[in-house]
C-alpha cells in the first residue's frame, strides 16, 4: 500500500478516533425525489468532513494542553467532528456510476439484516429471518416520532456522526448539518456520552474500554509493548485489492446498539461469587473472569487473582501478555478478551487479519441508587453501548469475531 495520505482518511478510523465526550449518531435516507439535489450538498460539505490529518492535530493540541497544564486540570479544548458513512442501498440510491456492486464485501452488499441470524441477534417469535430489534431499525415498521405521530421507519443509507467536547455543541453542529441536507431526513438517532469522574473511558459495567487495540503500521508511531501491528489495509480499503479506486482509504464501519442490564449483571456476580473470597472480591474476580480483565484493564493473564489499578491504567503494561496455550487457570478459554482475540492461542500471524479498531462510546444514564439496591434497571431505562468498529473486510473484522468466535460456545 502506497503511503497513506491523512487528508483521504476520515477521522473516526485511526489514532484513537475523533475526540469526543459526547456524540450523536444520525442515520438518515435520502429522498428518491431529490437525489440529485443530495448530491450537491453532499459535495458541498465534503470540506466539513473532518480527516485524519485534522484529529492529528486535535489531538496533539489536548496533548500539549495537558502538558502545559503539569499536576492541575487541563482546560477542555472546544472541538467538534463530523464523518460520513453510507450503506450499500444510500451508495444505490445517490446513483453516482461508480460500480458500487464491485466492492467486494458481501456482508455489506447484502446488508445487514441478511447476517442478523448468523451474528446471533434474537428473531422474532415465528420468524425464521426478522431480527427482534428496536422497530427504529426495521424499515416498514411504524414508529412514533418526536411529536407523538405515527411514521413509517424508512431505509438507512448513510450515518452522519458528530463528536464534540460537550453535549450541546454537538447539537448545535448537528442542527447545521440538518438543515445543510434538507434533501435527507432522520431515521434515527442516537445520543452517547462519556462517563463521569473516575469512570472516564469505562463502559456500563465498568470495564475500561477500547484497551488492546491494534497498531497500524504508517500511522502509529509510539507501539506499546504487546500492541500487535498490522497493516494498514487490515483497517483501510487499499489499492492493491479488487476494490474501486474511489473506495481507497476508506473502511468498513460496523454499528451496534448494545444494552446493558447493568443492575441484574451486578445481581448475577453477586450470587454467582467465587467461593473462598469475601463477596464484593468473589463477585469482582468473576467478572475479570467472564472479561478475562479486571475493571481497571488490568488483564488478569498477568494479575490473576488481585486487581492492578496501576497496571490497568498503564498502556505499556495493560497489553503486554499472552495466554497460555493449554492452559485457563489464569484465563478462561472463554473469557471475551481471549474468545475476540486469541493471540497466540491460534497465532498472531492468523489473528492479524481479522483484527479491528473500535470506537464506541457509552449510552444512557448512571445506574440510580433504587437500582442498585433492587438489583433492577428501571422501566424505560436504557443504558448501554454504541459499538463502532472500522475494518477492510467486514467477513474478516467484526462479523467473523462476532459470528466465528463469540457465538461459538468453548
Not at 458481501?106 to 428473531?123: C, E
Not at 488481585?306 to 473469557?335: H, L, W, Y
Not at 492461542?345 to 470506537?359: A, F, P
Request: proline share 7%; hydrophobic share 35%; with cysteine.
Amino acid at each position: 500500500m502506497s503511503k497513506l495520505n491523512f487528508e483521504e482518511i476520515q477521522g473516526d478510523i485511526l489514532l484513537g478516533g475523533l475526540p469526543k465526550r459526547a456524540q450523536t449518531f444520525l442515520f438518515f435516507t435520502i429522498d428518491p425525489k431529490r437525489i440529485q439535489e443530495f448530491r450537491t450538498q453532499l459535495k458541498k460539505f465534503v470540506p466539513q468532513i473532518t480527516t485524519l490529518a485534522k484529529v492529528k492535530d486535535d489531538r496533539d493540541a489536548i496533548e500539549k494542553s495537558k502538558a502545559a497544564a503539569k499536576n492541575s486540570t487541563a482546560p477542555i479544548l472546544s472541538i467538534t467532528g463530523v464523518n460520513i458513512s453510507f450503506t450499500k442501498k444510500g451508495l444505490t440510491q445517490l446513483q453516482l456510476g461508480l460500480g458500487t456492486d464491485d466492492i467486494v464485501d458481501v456482508d455489506f452488499n447484502t446488508g445487514m439484516f441478511s447476517g442478523a441470524k448468523d451474528l446471533g441477534d434474537p428473531i422474532e417469535p415465528g420468524s425464521q429471518f426478522t431480527p427482534k430489534w428496536d422497530k427504529n431499525w426495521i424499515p416498514g415498521a411504524i414508529v412514533k416520532d418526536a411529536t407523538g405521530k405515527d411514521v413509517i421507519v424508512k431505509d438507512i443509507h448513510g450515518l452522519i456522526m458528530v463528536t464534540g467536547d460537550n453535549p450541546n455543541r454537538v447539537e448545535n453542529r448537528l442542527n447545521e448539518i440538518k438543515d445543510h441536507f434538507s434533501s435527507a431526513s432522520s431515521v434515527h438517532q442516537l445520543e452517547g456520552n462519556i462517563r463521569p469522574g473516575d469512570q472516564k473511558g469505562h463502559e456500563h459495567f465498568g470495564f475500561l474500554d477500547g484497551v488492546s487495540q491494534p497498531a497500524v503500521e504508517g500511522v502509529d508511531d509510539n507501539v506499546n509493548p504487546g500492541q500487535q501491528k498490522v497493516p494498514p489495509g487490515v483497517i483501510l480499503l487499499d489499492d492493491t485489492t479488487q476494490r474501486p479506486k474511489w473506495a481507497v482509504n476508506g473502511s468498513f464501519l460496523a454499528f451496534r446498539h448494545l444494552s446493558q442490564l447493568v443492575p441484574e449483571f451486578n445481581s448475577f456476580l453477586e450470587a454467582n461469587a467465587i467461593p473462598g473470597l469475601p463477596p464484593k472480591d468473589g463477585a469482582e474476580l468473576l467478572g475479570a473472569r467472564l472479561m478475562g480483565r479486571w475493571k481497571s484493564g488490568a488483564p488478569i493473564a498477568v494479575t490473576p487473582y488481585v486487581d492492578d489499578p496501576a497496571m490497568g491504567a498503564d498502556p505499556k503494561r495493560n497489553d503486554d501478555f499472552d495466554f497460555e496455550k493449554t492452559s485457563q487457570i489464569r484465563c478462561p478459554f472463554a473469557a471475551h478478551i481471549r474468545k475476540t482475540n486469541p493471540r497466540s492461542d491460534i497465532g498472531l500471524e492468523v489473528t492479524k487479519s481479522n483484527r479491528i479498531i473500535r470506537s464506541g462510546i457509552p449510552y444512557g444514564p448512571e445506574v440510580s441508587g433504587k437500582e442498585a439496591l433492587n438489583g433492577l434497571t428501571e422501566k424505560g431505562i436504557d443504558r448501554g453501548l454504541l459499538f463502532v468498529s472500522y475494518q477492510s473486510n467486514l467477513g474478516k473484522g467484526f462479523a467473523f469475531i462476532q459470528r466465528g468466535r463469540l457465538s461459538i460456545r468453548n
